[in-house]
């Protein structure tokens, strides 16, 4: 079990709160688009924690059955009860819970990227709010959060043939708005406010651009040229929307995706092998420019790798 989550999601360990004996549970998943869906239980009490780790799904548990305690650092750990929902954010900090003997559980492991997708779509540029919570509960029987995922599920367990690219869609919307809504609203955030400013199509297809390539470095004109917009109008609008210019965002991407080849890395790489294969070429300026931005040396990311 820890393998498999490990490779889909991020370090999990799992461990029985009575050490007498190993759990014997059981565990389903599938997935749907960029949700993968799981259900478990586990038979004992049992402590599951998964480390932080960037780029990480963002889980939402839903106790079906049972109770769990999720960690809450710097708070009084609550106990949720059946049919009560957990987010946690692992790209943002690691995360712990037990589960009571005869928990059963839904899990979600939703792509950020798609969250920020159908955020983007739905709300306007909120998706870099700094005060969401990483960790919340919400949910319970009555709510629309509740509601919506019995409708999924209900929809997916009827249908026979395989889910068409529509169904997909339609899932993936329903769950991810549905989720920053009770999520927001947890954080005491309005997603209907006015200032929500829904961004041009044309700067997400540039940043879908500048993530792909972004080991290529591409220069302004390539980027604005794939996405058929004039350079001044690719930066002004980039100003406008994500208040930095398509450089900045670059650098940025850039820097994000080392970090997220560091944590993951092989610990037989060096740091100057895996910035090389994401196009750095100056390992003197990358390493300053890296530290900058978190506040650590590569070396010392690269310890910290899961393998």
Known sequence: MSEWASGKITSV???PLDHTELPNGIFHS?????????????????????????????????????HSIPELQGKEDLVNGPDISFVSDLSQGSHSTQLSANNVQMQLAIDPKLLDEVGR?????????????IKTRFGGRGTSWHDCL??????????????????????????????????????????????????PRVIRMAEE????????????????????ISVRNLTM????????????????????????????????????????????????EFAKAYRKRFCERPSETLKRSIW
């Open 237 to 284: 609008n980039f100003k406008k929307f994500r208040g930095c210019t398509p450089g900045q965002f670059l650098r940025e991407q850039r820097l994000q995706a080392v970090r997220k080849e560091l944590l993951v890395g092989d610990q037989r790489q060096t740091v100057s092998q895996i910035a090389a294969s994401m196009g750095y070429i100056h390992m003197g």
């Open 121 to 133: 779509n739905w709300f306007g540029n909120i998706h870099e709010n700094k005060a969401w919570q």
């Open 30 to 66: 599938m997935r749907v688009g960029r949700i993968g869906i799981s259900r478990s239980m586990y038979g004992k009490a049992t402590l599951v924690s998964g480390e932080e780790c960037f780029g990480a799904p963002v889980i939402v548990s839903t106790n079906i059955r049972g």
């Open 13 to 15: 360990s799992m461990a």
């Open 150 to 199: 019995t409708y999924i599920m209900r929809l997916i367990a009827g249908t026979s043939h395989p889910l068409s690219n529509r169904n997909i869609r339609h899932i993936e919307e329903t769950l991810c708005s549905n989720l920053l809504e009770n999520w927001a609203a947890q954080s005491g955030i309005n997603l209907s406010e006015e200032n929500n400013i829904i961004v």
């Open 209 to 228: 651009y500048i993530i792909e390539h972004a080991a290529d470095a591409p220069t302004l004109a390539e980027i604005a040229q794939n996405v058929d």
